[in-house]
């Protein structure tokens, strides 16, 4: 089954989701409520990385339990949609991402791992094969995008200053986010395949002399809100699942 999870401002059910339910789902890590449906002509299941109720900051979303609701609704792959920072001119406001790789400056243990030494590889830490599919669908609603880059995942709430935007570009990062990390390291660790779909909904700090805001942000999503949905609806289509 195919599973998505969607970011701040996105939506709070999936646009175009067919005979939507909510499913509560019980895990060790807390309560998740997630949504059942149809899409494209295939059962998924939505969730809010956010909350489906409340919505949480980024540095309080409770990934462990989210990561677990998916994986015990019979998820086995995730396209994570998430709206990021552009650090690499090349990656503007209005384009989609599909990183390749990641960056982590969390601070954070981000493990179901606690009372056992397990490792994972992470030599390959999103889905060539989720990748190549959705680039080709963008590709073909030539939509503005790049299907490789760097995803640098940092603690947040806060925006990042000038200063430490300089840092990542000079490191490699191409985009800027909150959460990601903490998924595919989660997602991988359960045995599911994960890759994340960004939208660049702002320049990252220094890189333009626009201020950035919440509400910007918001804005500039439901701006690429119809573009998503057409690029999941044939993504999930082409997706084995």
Request: hydrophobic fraction near 40%.
């Amino acid at each position: 089954m195919i599973g998505v999870i969607g970011g701040s401002g996105l939506y709070k059910s999936l646009k175009g989701l067919e005979k939507p339910r909510d499913v509560v789902k019980q895990t060790p890590y807390g309560q998740v409520i997630v949504t059942a449906g149809y899409f494209s002509g295939k059962e998924i299941v939505f969730l809010s990385r956010h909350g489906k109720i409340k919505q949480v900051p980024p540095h309080r979303i409770n990934h462990r339990a989210n990561i677990y609701a998916l994986k015990k609704s019979g998820v086995e792959k995730i396209i994570a949609v998430s709206a990021v920072g552009g650090i690499n001119t090349e990656m503007p406001p209005g384009f989609f991402v599909l990183p390749s790789q990641y960056i982590d400056f969390t601070r954070e243990v981000h493990t179901f791992y606690d009372e056992e030494i397990k490792h994972v590889d992470m030599t390959e830490p999103f889905s060539a094969e989720l990748r190549k599919c959705i680039g080709n669908v963008l590709e073909e609603l030539k939509f503005q995008h790049v299907d490789h880059g760097v995803y640098v995942c940092m603690p947040g709430p806060q925006f990042e200053t000038p200063a430490e935007i300089k840092m990542l570009s000079t490191i490699g990062g191409d985009i800027v986010g909150m959460t990601v990390v903490p998924e595919a390291k989660l997602a991988r660790e359960m045995g599911i395949t994960y890759q994340p779909l960004c939208m660049v909904v702002n320049w990252a700090a220094g890189i333009s002399a626009e201020q950035i805001t919440h509400e910007t942000t918001l804005r500039v999503v439901a701006e690429m809100n119809d573009k998503l949905t057409a690029v999941l609806q044939k993504a999930i289509e082409r997706i084995e699942a």
